[in-house]
């Protein structure tokens, strides 16, 4: 556990905020003074968990720095609805990288600012799936394999959604998306292809590796605390679960976070130069099937004639994710 | 303007882009109403006097509470909770504790002194109240909150009514009952004791606008048993009024009491305290159908009180010293009436003593004019005005659900229906929120936190003292058991909505102003209203 859980404090430290706990133990979303690094206007669909995951990371990090952040960006979602020229959400030092090379962009501006000994700045390269699992992964392990010191947020929306829901290497198996559709013997997403990034940082052994949800923002903030208290190259990865995509409500989008998380779908950890420190467990444990129904690009999995092969293969996933991880084990190891 | 090379537009912030114009629902903030409160007699805002407990300000809290009830210790021991009983917790792991952080509130304020805030200015107007059991008590505090002068008029030597005469010690200490009456008397209620007003009309002559009955009903039902001359049969209401005087009554070695209701248990813990080897509890039908409480039947089974289901008194005073009763067993028929059953069984006895319900003495309302009396209680208006003008009613005399609590809420709404008929009006009751059902709730926010259990006095004591069995919390764990309060329906400002808007569309109003939204940029994904742990934002469609 990446941060100490208070409990007993009525809502304790599940709800953003909480009049009962002093200021200083409160978020930094639940301060009216918060930096909202991303402001009003952005055009992310309705209920984006993109939009939403960048204002909880970017604010922890400009509170962790006292504002001292350069933020590059991939092409992606963010780019896309936070910046069409000549306006922007984005009320920090942000570039607009290739898809591809957010990672050595934001190398470069922080060798930039150690020539100029402005080492109380630090950088902050981010991107989705698309550009980091995919299009950028090479740059990344560079970054990584090199130990720069950047902190690389990848938000996981599971595709290249804002080009039309393409597949990723980090879609999941059996989702449909535009290019693994919903036909054939083996209908969506193929099994046993794509890959889980933050287990590629972790065989870096790099300082820091995360993973979070925007389900859980005490975690979040904790790991981006944790992230900027350290020098050198660090992951974090956080889901977003995205309407559009995944077709699901747009007031679902924190739901659907918290099902990854509690069904074991979405493992939430923390480790240090390639050891797992402390894992978030799961609360209620819950079936896959209870994160898989409401969204559509599972939807063939669940026609008159459930497809039990394929979602007790996606339970398999889950099982083994609580298994490596000891995701039923709170707490510190 | 000249730009750098390949730049053609100024620099924009994007809160150009008003995405508000996307919505189709649009998120409202709305109160609704707590089951708790929905379910409270007395009409408390529980919710509300346990919001400011939570934060540790029992004092507020004492105040929000006495705003609506004047008398929280009393309601802390003697309440029967309907509020637990609807409480949305019992779904997530057990009801909030809201009796014991009651008690723990009024016990406070015994403690430290707290007084009633003063009263609004005197209106000039004088209003009689008849008896000082909850009811008048209730109704007399309220109207002098409203300026008007309560007088009560109590046949007793003390005040207090069935709190003292009819409620054991052990389940209210009588010097918790004489300082919540000495905080009403200290604020302005005026109790004339040993006044017994055996005419409401001529009584009114005494300068009088109005009058509240509330003489609660202390005569004793009795049911034909044949006995013999010796044989010693008392009745509930009588010995337990005689508890209250110099010397106790003589129950005997071995007691049995007729009835199911809570007075009949109320008698047997009382023999049993006592010194009675044996207290017996005779019951006609099942234990599922006994209308006593459930926890006091439990308490009493642990305290050595037996109980006879199915099982009717035939015949008193069978021995020679006039003890020992005949019993027939019953059994229930296909509707669930008890059908003899011709088995007889003699059990020994010194006393019976009958529990079969009370009725009130309407005898000071013979020549009142327009009143109705339907089966024993008089008949009362929404406003509880009985049928004569400026005659009102609550409590026992006037409900057939007989509690504490009920005769507080009579009380309370009594005075608020006396103050708008002193001004020539009707009072119409406020209309009120939709319900915070549980559905309508986020309840992954709230903490595991099972309940507090309140320390129960160990049971030897309990068979041979007074003293309360019920104990009260401490403050860590009142304030503990108040944070375990949900505030369904009503925003405690934990921030979600503020958090979770992807569009930074809520506005955050500072504490206690709650939020707003800004629905310049609010997209209308909802977000907010499916997280919020409470209930407290709806979401409504857009008109054109």
Same mark, same amino acid.
């Given at each position: 556990?990446?941060?100490?859980?208070?409990?007993?404090?009525?809502?304790?430290?599940?709800?953003?905020?909480?009049?009962?706990?002093?200021?200083?133990?409160?978020? =930094?979303?639940?301060?009216?003074?918060?930096?909202?690094?991303?402001?009003?206007?952005?055009?992310?669909?309705?209920?984006?968990?993109?939009?939403?995951?960048?204002?909880?990371?970017?604010?922890?990090?400009?509170?962790?720095?006292?504002?001292? =952040?350069?933020?590059?960006?991939?092409?992606?979602?963010?780019?896309?609805?936070?910046?069409?020229?000549? !306006?922007?959400?984005?009320?920090?030092?942000?570039?607009?990288?290739?898809?591809?090379?957010?990672?050595?962009?934001?190398?470069?501006?922080?060798?930039? /600012?150690? =020539?100029?000994?402005?080492?109380?700045?630090?950088?902050?390269?981010?991107?989705?799936?698309?550009?980091?699992?995919?299009?950028?992964?090479?740059?990344?392990?560079?970054?990584?394999?090199?130990?720069?010191?950047?902190?690389?947020?990848?938000?996981?929306?599971?595709?290249?959604?804002?080009?039309?829901?393409?597949?990723?290497?980090?879609?999941?198996?059996?989702?449909?998306?535009?290019?693994?559709?919903?036909?054939?013997?083996?209908?969506?997403?193929?099994?046993?292809?794509?890959?889980?990034?933050?287990?590629?940082?972790?065989?870096?052994?790099?300082?820091?590796?995360?993973?979070?949800?925007?389900?859980?923002?005490?975690?979040?903030?904790?790991?981006?605390?944790?992230?900027?208290?350290?020098?050198?190259?660090?992951?974090?990865?956080?889901?977003?679960?995205?309407?559009?995509?995944?077709?699901?409500?747009?007031?679902?989008?924190?739901?659907?976070?918290?099902?990854?998380?509690?069904?074991?779908?979405?493992?939430?950890? !923390?480790?240090?130069?390639?050891?797992?420190?402390?894992? /978030?467990?799961?609360?209620?444990?819950?079936?896959?099937?209870?994160?898989?129904?409401?969204?559509?690009?599972?939807?063939?999995?669940?026609?008159?004639?459930?497809?039990?092969?394929?979602?007790?293969?996606?339970? @398999?996933?889950?099982?083994?994710?609580?298994?490596?991880?000891?995701?039923?084990?709170?707490?510190?190891? | 303007?000249?730009?750098?090379?390949?730049?053609?537009?100024?620099?924009?912030?994007?809160?150009?882009?008003?995405?508000?114009?996307?919505?189709?629902?649009?998120?409202?903030?709305?109160?609704?109403?707590?089951?708790?409160?929905?379910?409270?007699?007395?009409?408390?805002?529980?919710?509300?006097?346990?919001?400011?407990?939570?934060?540790?300000? *029992?004092?507020?809290?004492?105040?929000?509470?006495?705003?609506?009830?004047?008398?929280?210790?009393?309601?802390?021991?003697?309440?029967?909770?309907?509020?637990?009983?609807?409480?949305?917790?019992?779904?997530?792991?057990?009801?909030?504790?809201?009796?014991?952080?009651?008690?723990?509130?009024?016990?406070?304020?015994?403690?430290?002194?707290?007084?009633?805030?003063?009263?609004?200015?005197?209106?000039?107007?004088?209003?009689?109240?008849?008896?000082?059991?909850?009811?008048?008590?209730?109704?007399?505090?309220?109207?002098?909150?409203?300026?008007?002068?309560?007088?009560?008029?109590?046949?007793?030597?003390?005040?207090?009514?069935?709190?003292?005469?009819?409620?054991?010690?052990?389940?209210?200490?009588?010097?918790?009952?004489?300082?919540?009456?000495?905080?009403?008397?200290?604020?302005?209620?005026?109790?004339?004791?040993?006044?017994?007003?055996?005419?409401?009309?001529?009584?009114? $002559?005494?300068?009088?606008?109005?009058?509240?009955?509330?003489?609660?009903?202390?005569?004793?039902?009795? @049911? *034909?048993?044949?006995?013999?001359?010796?044989? +010693?049969?008392?009745?509930?209401?009588?010995?337990?009024?005689?508890? !209250?005087?110099?010397?106790?009554?003589?129950?005997?070695?071995?007691? =049995?009491?007729?009835?199911?209701?809570?007075?009949?248990?109320?008698?047997?813990?009382?023999?049993?305290?006592?010194?009675?080897?044996?207290?017996?509890?005779?019951?006609?039908?099942?234990?599922? +159908?006994?209308?006593?409480?459930?926890?006091?039947?439990?308490?009493?089974?642990?305290?050595?009180?037996?109980?006879?289901?199915?099982?009717?008194?035939?015949?008193?005073?069978?021995?020679?010293?006039?003890?020992?009763?005949?019993?027939?067993?019953?059994?229930?028929?296909?509707?669930?009436?008890?059908?003899?059953?011709?088995?007889?069984?003699?059990?020994? @006895?010194?006393?019976?003593?009958?529990?079969?319900?009370?009725?009130?003495?309407?005898?000071?309302?013979?020549?009142?004019?327009?009143?109705?009396?339907?089966?024993?209680?008089?008949?009362?208006?929404?406003?509880?005005?009985?049928?004569?003008?400026?005659?009102?009613?609550?409590?026992?005399?006037?409900?057939?659900?007989?509690?504490?609590?009920?005769?507080?809420?009579?009380?309370?709404?009594?005075?608020?229906?006396?103050?708008?008929?002193?001004?020539?009006?009707?009072?119409?009751?406020?209309?009120?929120?939709?319900?915070?059902?549980?559905?309508?709730?986020?309840?992954?926010?709230?903490?595991?936190?099972? +309940?507090?259990?309140?320390?129960?006095?160990?049971?030897?004591?309990?068979?041979?003292?007074?003293? !309360?069995?019920?104990?009260?919390?401490?403050?860590?764990?009142?304030?503990?058991?108040?944070?375990?309060?949900?505030?369904?329906?009503?925003?405690?400002?934990?921030?979600?909505?503020?958090?979770?808007?992807?569009?930074?569309?809520?506005?955050?109003?500072?504490?206690? $102003?709650?939020? +707003?939204?800004?629905?310049?940029?609010?997209?209308?994904?909802?977000?907010?209203?499916?997280?919020?742990?409470?209930?407290?934002?709806?979401?409504?469609?857009?008109?054109?």
């Amino acid at each position: 556990m990446s941060f100490q859980p208070v409990k007993f404090y009525q809502t304790g430290t599940f709800t953003v905020g909480n009049r009962l706990l002093p200021p200083e133990e409160r978020s =930094v979303q639940s301060s009216d003074k918060r930096f909202n690094s991303i402001n009003s206007g952005h055009r992310a669909c309705q209920g984006c968990g993109e939009a939403l995951g960048a204002r909880y990371a970017i604010d922890a990090a400009m509170e962790a720095t006292n504002g001292q =952040v350069i933020a590059a960006n991939a092409t992606g979602c963010l780019e896309v609805f936070s910046t069409p020229y000549p !306006e922007t959400s984005w009320q920090i030092p942000w570039i607009h990288s290739l898809f591809g090379n957010t990672a050595a962009v934001a190398t470069g501006i922080a060798a930039a /600012l150690k =020539v100029k000994g402005q080492t109380q700045t630090r950088v902050v390269a981010q991107g989705g799936d698309g550009g980091t699992t995919d299009i950028g992964f090479g740059c990344l392990s560079g970054m990584f394999e090199r130990n720069d010191d950047v902190l690389y947020i990848c938000y996981d929306n599971g595709g290249y959604m804002n080009t039309g829901v393409q597949r990723s290497s980090a879609t999941p198996s059996a989702a449909r998306t535009s290019t693994t559709p919903a036909v054939g013997s083996a209908p969506g997403n193929v099994f046993g292809q794509g890959k889980f990034l933050p287990a590629i940082a972790l065989a870096h052994d790099i300082p820091y590796v995360a993973t979070a949800t925007v389900a859980d923002l005490r975690d979040l903030e904790a790991k981006v605390r944790r992230a900027m208290e350290i020098r050198g190259a660090r992951y974090i990865h956080i889901l977003v679960p995205c309407p559009l995509g995944w077709g699901t409500a747009a007031h679902d989008t924190i739901r659907m976070a918290r099902l990854a998380k509690e069904t074991g779908t979405f493992p939430v950890f !923390e480790a240090e130069y390639g050891e797992i420190k402390s894992v /978030l467990a799961i609360r209620h444990p819950l079936p896959v099937e209870d994160y898989l129904k409401p969204q559509k690009r599972y939807a063939h999995l669940f026609g008159k004639q459930p497809k039990v092969d394929v979602i007790a293969h996606l339970q @398999a996933q889950a099982d083994r994710n609580i298994k490596r991880y000891g995701l039923l084990e709170q707490g510190t190891r | 303007m000249d730009k750098p090379f390949a730049i053609t537009l100024d620099p924009g912030s994007s809160l150009a882009n008003l995405t508000g114009s996307w919505r189709t629902l649009r998120p409202e903030y709305v109160d609704r109403l707590p089951p708790c409160n929905a379910a409270c007699p007395a009409g408390e805002n529980i919710q509300g006097w346990l919001f400011h407990a939570e934060s540790g300000n *029992y004092e507020k809290a004492w105040r929000s509470l006495v705003e609506n009830n004047p008398m929280p210790a009393i309601m802390g021991r003697v309440c029967y909770h309907p509020c637990e009983g609807a409480c949305n917790r019992e779904q997530v792991d057990s009801a909030v504790g809201i009796n014991s952080v009651e008690r723990f509130l009024g016990d406070e304020a015994n403690k430290h002194g707290w007084q009633f805030a003063p009263a609004a200015p005197p209106t000039g107007r004088r209003v009689l109240v008849v008896g000082s059991g909850p009811a008048g008590l209730s109704a007399a505090y309220h109207l002098t909150r409203m300026g008007h002068q309560a007088v009560i008029y109590e046949a007793g030597p003390l005040a207090g009514g069935m709190l003292r005469f009819g409620i054991p010690k052990y389940r209210l200490p009588r010097e918790v009952l004489d300082a919540e009456i000495k905080r009403l008397t200290d604020f302005g209620v005026e109790i004339q004791l040993q006044t017994k007003v055996t005419n409401v009309l001529e009584a009114m $002559k005494d300068g009088f606008d109005a009058v509240f009955l509330g003489v609660g009903a202390h005569i004793a039902k009795r @049911a *034909y048993i044949p006995a013999g001359d010796a044989c +010693k049969v008392l009745d509930a209401v009588a010995v337990l009024r005689d508890m !209250e005087g110099e010397s106790a009554p003589l129950l005997g070695r071995k007691v =049995v009491v007729y009835g199911g209701g809570n007075t009949a248990l109320d008698v047997a813990r009382t023999a049993k305290r006592l010194g009675a080897e044996e207290a017996i509890i005779v019951y006609r039908r099942t234990r599922e +159908k006994m209308p006593a409480h459930h926890f006091e039947v439990e308490e009493a089974l642990q305290e050595g009180i037996s109980i006879k289901w199915l099982t009717t008194i035939k015949e008193a005073g069978m021995s020679e010293d006039g003890g020992d009763i005949m019993v027939e067993k019953m059994a229930l028929d296909d509707k669930g009436f008890p059908q003899p059953t011709g088995e007889f069984e003699r059990i020994e @006895a010194n006393s019976v003593v009958l529990a079969l319900g009370q009725d009130a003495d309407l005898s000071l309302l013979d020549n009142v004019p327009g009143l109705v009396v339907n089966k024993g209680m008089i008949e009362i208006d929404a406003g509880m005005m009985t049928g004569h003008p400026g005659v009102f009613a609550g409590g026992d005399m006037a409900g057939n659900e007989r509690t504490v609590t009920v005769a507080v809420g009579h009380g309370k709404l009594a005075a608020r229906a006396i103050d708008s008929w002193l001004r020539g009006e009707t009072w119409v009751p406020p209309p009120r929120h939709e319900l915070a059902t549980f559905e309508r709730m986020n309840p992954w926010y709230y903490s595991d936190a099972p +309940k507090t259990m309140r320390p129960v006095l160990d049971i030897i004591r309990r068979q041979s003292t007074f003293d !309360e069995v019920l104990g009260g919390l401490d403050e860590t764990n009142a304030l503990f058991e108040a944070r375990r309060c949900m505030s369904c329906g009503n925003c405690f400002e934990c921030d979600n909505c503020y958090g979770v808007c992807p569009d930074n569309a809520v506005i955050k109003l500072g504490p206690g $102003k709650r939020f +707003k939204f800004n629905l310049d940029y609010c997209k209308g994904c909802g977000i907010c209203a499916t997280e919020c742990p409470c209930g407290a934002i709806k979401m409504v469609p857009e008109g054109n």
